[in-house]
C-alpha cells in the first residue's frame, strides 16, 4: 500500500451505544472481531469534497436515524464530536431482507454447531457466508457513490450493520 493510498482508511470505529438495541456475549464477540478485523486491513475514500480536502484517515460512527444507517465521518486528528467531515445516510431497505435471512441462518448455524454433523454445519455456513457476501456488496453498491471500499471493508461494516439491526 502507497503512502497516498494508506491515508484512505478508517484508523477508528464506533457504534453509537444508543442505536444498539439488543447485546449479549455473542454479538459483542462478533462486533470485537469485526472491529478489530476492520482496522487492521480496509479501504475508505469518502468521494466529494471534505473540508480542507482532508484526504484521511477516518473515524467512523456508525449509528442508526429513523430506520436509516448513518456514518459519521471524522477526522483522524479531531477527537471531538462537534466537527463532523461528512456524513452519509443511506436507507436500509435494500438489506433488509438480506440481514433478515443472515439472522436467520446464524440462529441456524449456532444451533447446528451444538448437535449437527461436520457435513451439516458446513453447509449452512456456505449459505451464511453467501449472504453476508450478498449483504456486503448491496452496500458497497448502494454507497458506491458516496464512498469507495474495497470488497472485505463492505463486509466488516456489514457485519456492524447487521449489530446494529438485532433486536
Known sequence: M???????RICNIELDEKSII???ADIDHERRVA??????DNSYQPL???PGNYPG???LVLRMEDNRLAMDIYSAED???DSKLS???MPLTLLRRTIKDYFHICDSYFTAIKSASP???ETIDMARRSLHDEGSEILQDKLGDKVKMDFQTARRLFTLICVLQIR
Do not use: K, M
Open 87 to 89: 456524513i452519509i445516510v
Open 35 to 40: 472491529i478489530f478485523d476492520l482496522l487492521e
Open 57 to 59: 484517515p477516518f473515524r
Open 22 to 24: 439488543r447485546r449479549n
Open 2 to 8: 502507497s503512502d497516498a493510498a494508506s491515508t484512505y
Open 119 to 121: 457435513r451439516q454445519i
Open 79 to 81: 477527537l471531538s464530536q
Open 48 to 50: 466529494g469534497n471534505l
